[in-house]
Nanobody, 122 residues
Framework: QVQLVESGGGLVQAGGSLRLSCAVS????????MGWFRQAPGKEREFVAVISGLGHSTYYADSVKGRWTISRDNAKRTVYLQMTSLKPEDTAVYYCAAATRYVARREDYSYWGQGTQVTIST
């Protein structure tokens, strides 16, 4: 079973930066598209970004486009989310997830990490 472990969350001031990491064990890592999602209190879990298995394609939610970058290192079996120009509305628990297709729909992701909290202060 594919296992995902996120790290890198924390408390940051608005305008700051954070880099989230997601280490993946088991499974053929490059066979999976990797996505990041987030869930704020009282809200649905929403798509943030996705990267294809070999890293050639990326896609972002409008709310983060131009501010954040998703990347992956297949040799290290790790996917990253570099977050810059952070805003208070970015506060949420961030989850990475694996899918067998390059998709943005939450329902298409088979494997999920436990999440990491990101809090942006004003």
């Amino acid at each position: 079973q594919v296992q995902l472990v996120e790290s890198g969350g924390g408390l940051v001031q608005a305008g700051g930066s954070l880099r989230l990491s997601c280490a993946v064990s088991r499974g053929a890592f490059s066979d999976y598209a990797m996505g990041w999602f987030r869930q704020a209190p009282g809200k649905e879990r929403e798509f943030v970004a996705v990267i294809s298995g070999l890293g050639h394609s990326t896609y972002y939610a409008d709310s983060v486009k131009g501010r954040w970058t998703i990347s992956r290192d297949n040799a290290k079996r790790t996917v990253y989310l570099q977050m810059t120009s952070l805003k208070p509305e970015d506060t949420a628990v961030y989850y990475c997830a694996a899918a067998t297709r390059y998709v943005a729909r939450r329902e298409d992701y088979s494997y999920w990490g436990q999440g990491t909290q990101v809090t942006i202060s004003t």
